[in-house]
C-alpha cells in the first residue's frame, strides 16, 4: 500500500486542542474524534513535526531576529514573546518537550495511533544541533570549526576552553544563527549521530530527513571547504550505514527525504523509501502540464513510486493562496493519484491560507473554506474506496486523439488494477483548454467483454466494446482542468 501521510505542526494544534477544551492537552491525551477523523480519511502516517525539546539560546536567536519579526507580525498581529518557542530544527535534546506531553505522551500517542493502524513519523535533523545541545560545550570535536571570528561562526565556551564553532548551513544560503553545523568529515561524528537516529527510529515507525542531501560527502565537501578538518574524509556515504543500521534493527522503518538539485536518485540507491518530489510540485504550481506529463513518462517506475508527492508542507506557501479552485482539484488528484507517497499538510484540506513560520507555537484561527473542505473529503473518501494506492499503479502514455491535435500532452493518466478483472483510471487534464486523447490499455482479457465505466468522482457512465478498447484505447474528452477516476468493470 502507498502511504497517505498527513504533516502536523504538533505545538499550534496542541495548543488549539487545549484551547477548545479549556484545559491543558498534551500527546497523552488526544481526543478520541482526532484519531477518528484521521482513521476515516485514510490516513496511514502521520508526522508530528516539531516535537523535539528546544532551548532558549535558539530561542533568543528566533526573537531577535528582524525578518522573523516581520513575519510574526504579520501572520499573528499582537503576538507575544511567549508565542515564540524557537524552531523545532533547533534542537537541544531528541527528548520529548514536557510541555507537550514528554516521551510518556510520545508513546500513548503512538499506542494510540497503533490501534487504529496509523503509523507515527518522526523529525531527523541531520545537518546540525541547536545552540543548546549538550554536546556544544561537551563535544565540540564533532563540529564544524574555524580557527577564528568569521562570518557564520560563533564563540563557544567548552570544557576544553573556548571555541569557534560554524553554524550550520547549506551551499546557497547564509548561516542559520540558531545551529551549529555536526562535522560528516568525522568518524566519531557519525558514530554519535548513527545512535542518535537509533534512538529515534526505537519510538516511532519512521523519520522524515531534514535537508537530507547536505550529509552526501561531495555536497558536504563543497559546503565546508573554507573550514577543512583535521581529520581525514571518512569513506563512504554516512546514510548507506546509517539507514542499514536502523532497519536492521527495526526492519520495515521508513525512511522520507527532504532532498533537492536532482539528488532524489541517488538518495533513493542509499536506502530512503521515498524523497520529495520538487519537480512535480513545480510543475503543479507553474501549471507546466506537458513539462509534466514528459517528467513523469520518463522517469523510471520504480522511481516514481519512492517519491513523495505534495502540493504544499510547511517550507511552502499554502497552496491554496497559489491555485485556484479548479486548478487545485486536479493538482490534487494528480498528487494523490500517483505511485508513491501522497503528502498532505494539516490545514491544506480546509483550504489554509498563512503560511506559519515554524518558530511560532500559536497561529491564528482561519474558517474553513467550504468548497476545499468539500473537495478534499469527497477525494479522500472515494480514493480510500478505490484501488488507488493499493498494488502497482502505473503511468500510461496518451495517444494522439488526431492528427495535428497535441492536447494529449496535457494529460495524466495513471492505470491502477482492481479486483480482477476491474481496474480504474486515474485522469487529468492539467491544461486550461478542453483536451483530448485515447488512454492505451493493456489489461488481460480487455477484448472479451462489454465493459461498463463510472467515473467514480462525477456521474458519468459508459459501456465499450473491449476490442475498440483493446484496439484504440479508451477515448477522452475533457474540459480545463478537468480530473476523473474511472472504474472498469465487465458488462458481459
Known sequence: MHPLLYEINTRCWLAELSQAAGRAITLADIPAAEFANWQRLGFTHIWLMGVWTTGPRSRAEALKSADLRRGYDEILPGWKEKDVAGSPYSIAAYEVARELGGEAGLAQFRADLFRRGIKLLLDFVPNHLGLDHPWLSEKPELFVQSAGPQDGVFAQQ??????????????????????????????????????????????????????????????????????????????????????????????????????????????????????????LYDD?????????????????????????????????????????????????????GLPGMRFLHEGQLTGARFKIPVQLARRPIEPP????????????????????????????????????????????????PAQLPAFELVVVNLAPHRSQCYAPLSVDGLAEHHWSIRDLLGAERYTRVGSDLAQQGFYLDLPPRGAQLFRFEPAS
Open 284 to 336: 503543479l504550481m507553474w501549471s507546466r502540464s506537458v513539462a509534466a506529463q514528459s517528467r513523469l513518462l520518463g522517469l523510471r517506475p520504480e522511481f516514481v513510486a519512492a517519491c513523495a508527492h505534495f502540493l504544499e508542507n510547511h517550507d511552502e506557501p499554502r497552496v491554496a493562496t497559489r491555485l485556484d479552485f479548479e486548478v487545485h482539484r486536479s493538482a490534487a488528484l494528480v498528487m494523490l
Open 158 to 279: 567548552t570544557k576544553s576552553g573556548p571555541r569557534w564553532i560554524a553554524n550550520g548551513k547549506d551551499p546557497y544560503f547564509p548561516a542559520w544563527t540558531d545551529v551549529a553545523q555536526l562535522d560528516y568529515r568525522r568518524v566519531d561524528t557519525r558514530a554519535a549521530m548513527q545512535d542518535l537516529l537509533l534512538s529515534v527510529a526505537a519510538r516511532c515507525d519512521g523519520v522524515r530527513c531534514d535537508m537530507a542531501m547536505l550529509l552526501l560527502n561531495e555536497v558536504f565537501a563543497r559546503t565546508w571547504q573554507h573550514l577543512p578538518s583535521s581529520k581525514s574524509p571518512v569513506s563512504g556515504e554516512f546514510w548507506d550505514v546509517a539507514i542499514r543500521a536502523v532497519k536492521q534493527a527495526h526492519p520495515g522503518f521508513l525512511f522520507l527525504a527532504e532532498v533537492y538539485w536532482d539528488l532524489e536518485a541517488g538518495m533513493q540507491s542509499l536506502g530512503f523509501d521515498y524523497t520529495y518530489d520538487k519537480h
Open 369 to 416: 473554506q467550504p468548497d476545499l473542505v468539500k473537495m478534499y473529503e469527497h477525494l479522500l473518501a472515494t480514493l480510500k474506496a478505490s484501488a488507488v494506492g493499493q498494488g502497482e499503479g502505473r503511468l500510461l502514455g496518451p495517444r494522439q486523439a488526431w492528427p495535428n491535435n497535441p492536447s494529449g500532452q496535457d494529460f495524466i493518466l495513471v492505470f491502477w
